[in-house]
């Protein structure tokens, strides 16, 4: 990457960093709401511990793996909103009349997100493993849950922008939202996949990638290394990045349309 | 690549049409010169922030060509982005950073040298009076402050052209005027092209040295304030009769020195074929028809007299109109 690119990324980064960091009412959701839905979930469905071939004897650890995914989908929210919020004040315009290179703008745009997933994964596994979750994995689990974790942010958050690139329209960024919780409902979140009974939402789940990012997640907390449910994790998570990621520079391409 | 160049600002033919909408812009053709300051005069909805959007390579012509600081808009969008500064409509920036902030993040997307960052967005901070409010977030600025930011960030990388779209709306008389002057010393100290759109008469007659007026899309007029005025001719007069009843001699008196134009519905108003000498007779006349009246003007022609002419429509009751609607959702939800 040459020196003006890097300072554009840089600059860009810092701005939206700065942006995510001073509104509270954007960062303080995404850190307390999935906390919230994991007190609630490991005291509620505990008893499902009991059901015959439940990977573990703590829901807690199980549920533990959902509030990253949540959190992922806050952070979408907050990418696209940005760049929708861009868009819709005319900030988009003043980029465009700088030199400032498209992948910069976009890679930029993402950093602020990153920054705040990493928050979210230390925060959330800090206060989960605190709470008694357990890591079989280990401490070297850490790293490989907050990279899985930054992947997915990646993947929702160019989601986020793609969308909000295409609309132009936070309203829409926002009707995201329901979309992205259905496809967190009908994925593994509640049950290990195998204990799903009725056979239409097993299916839906098994072609759910959300399955996935939870179970590579999950694998690490329970299992400890289980290279099949980390390599799908990481799969699904780079597949959503990759082509959620082509989208977005697409749509930036038609929205930029600068000569 | 040469930046030798005759004109600052050429466009021939310029149209832009958009998606099942009207042609916003259609077949403009201008030039401004090196170190003028050229005033886009018209109503909402006339063409003139399209016609900037193309000018500065933010939309691309459906047909025709400009080139800005001798490069083509289409073709050479990137010299164009760098000879120029631009303040659109809206004044786009970011609540949550300090003006400080706004002009460091200009400058590093400019690619001026860390060093030069500081000093230039410092110097401009202080020349548009905004070192005070330099670590304050910007959402607590007024609406006057965010605009001289606007300003300032416009002229980070000291452009050569600088595009001012619709700079002053909504501004206080003051904010208006302060503004209107860092304009007046830009183009005096730094001989910086200034393309301004505007909707406010004024604003044009004070700051620009020639006027496009632009309706439905096309220049209905291009000069200076004086050409555009003299296209007009002769002055108007208009009285207001003292009793209401009189209405009808009064115009009848009137109209034996010239043609009817639109004036106040509660009088009359005439453009004297005479000229302004001929307002004595009028006044003679008025008295020896015995009528009183309660108020009699002598108007100089004016843009809104030009816009008028050219268009058959005011400009400033265009705006008042504009501003009534914008009002009206409000009264209701109020209501």
């Given at each position: ?29 995404a ?20 059901l ?53 703008l976009?890679?930029?745009q ?15 596994l ?29 993947g ?15 309203e ?52 400890g ?14 597949g ?15 929205r930029?349309?600068?000569? | ?20 909408g ?76 300090t ?9 590093a ?22 070192s ?16 001289r ?10 452009p ?99 043609e ?24 003679r ?51």
């Amino acid at each position: 990457m040459s020196v003006a690119l890097t300072l554009q990324v840089g600059t860009v980064a810092r701005r939206s960093i700065l942006r995510t960091l001073r509104q509270p009412a954007m960062v303080v959701p995404a850190l307390i709401f999935p906390m919230l839905l994991l007190a609630i979930n490991s005291g509620g469905l505990d008893s499902a511990t009991n059901l015959p071939g439940f990977p573990t004897d703590s829901y807690l650890t199980f549920a533990l793996a959902l509030t990253f995914l949540q959190g992922t989908m806050f952070a979408a929210m907050s990418a696209g909103t940005n760049v929708a919020t861009d868009i819709e004040t005319g900030f988009f315009n003043r980029l465009s009349l700088t030199p400032l290179r498209r992948v910069a703008l976009l890679v930029g745009q993402l950093s602020g997100v990153i920054v705040l997933a990493l928050l979210q994964a230390t925060t959330f596994l800090v206060v989960g493993l605190s709470a008694g979750a357990s890591l079989e994995a280990g401490p070297l689990g850490i790293p490989v849950i907050v990279a899985l974790s930054l992947l997915t942010t990646l993947g929702f958050g160019s989601l986020g922008a793609f969308v909000a690139l295409r609309t132009g329209s936070g309203e829409t960024v926002q009707g995201l939202f329901p979309l992205m919780f259905a496809a967190l409902f009908l994925s593994s979140m509640a049950l290990p996949r195998n204990l799903i009974e009725i056979d239409w939402f097993r299916t839906v789940a098994t072609w759910n990638p959300v399955s996935y990012m939870l179970e590579g997640i999950r694998s690490l907390l329970i299992d400890g290394w289980n290279g099949e449910a980390l390599a799908l994790g990481f799969l699904a998570s780079g597949g959503l990045a990759v082509i959620a990621l082509a989208a977005a520079a697409s749509a930036l391409k038609t929205r930029m349309v600068r000569a | 690549m040469s930046n030798r160049y005759a004109a600052a600002i050429e466009a021939e033919g310029l149209v832009r049409v958009f998606k099942k909408g009207p042609r916003a812009v259609d077949g403009i053709d201008l030039q401004v010169a090196p170190g003028e300051v050229y005033g886009f005069l018209g109503p909402n909805g006339a063409g003139k922030s399209t016609t900037v959007h193309m000018l500065t390579t933010l939309l691309p012509p459906t047909e025709g060509t400009a080139r800005v600081a001798g490069f083509d808009i289409v073709h050479q969008g990137a010299e164009v982005r760098t000879a120029i500064g631009a303040a659109l409509q809206e004044a786009a920036l970011d609540p949550f950073l300090t003006g400080r902030e706004h002009m460091r993040f200009q400058a590093a997307l400019h690619g001026l040298p860390r060093g030069e960052r500081r000093q230039r967005g410092d110097e401009l901070l202080e020349r548009l009076g905004l070192s005070d409010a330099a670590d304050r977030k910007v959402g607590g600025y007024s609406g006057g402050m965010k605009r001289r930011l606007d300003l300032a960030l416009a002229l980070v990388h000291e452009p050569r052209i600088l595009f001012l779209d619709e700079p002053t709306t909504g501004l206080d008389p003051q904010s208006r005027t302060a503004l209107w002057e860092e304009v007046q010393r830009l183009v005096a100290d730094r001989g910086v092209t200034v393309f301004l759109t505007t909707q406010y008469l004024e604003e044009a007659d004070v700051l620009a040295r020639r006027i496009g007026i632009i309706d439905n899309g096309q220049i209905v007029a291009e000069g200076t304030t004086y050409e555009l005025k003299a296209q007009i001719g002769q002055p108007s007069v208009e009285a207001i009769p003292a009793e209401a009843e009189d209405l009808a001699r009064l115009t009848a008196v009137l109209e034996r020195f010239g043609e009817p134009v639109p004036g106040t519905p509660r009088g009359a108003t005439v453009r004297l074929s005479g000229g302004e000498a001929t307002l004595a007779d009028v006044v003679r006349a008025l008295d020896a028809e015995d009528l009183q009246v309660e108020h009699l003007q002598l108007h100089q022609p004016t843009l809104n007299d030009v816009f008028l002419a050219k268009t058959g429509r005011s400009l400033e009751g265009a705006r008042q109109e504009e501003e009534q609607a914008r009002e009206e959702p409000t009264e209701r939800v109020a209501a």
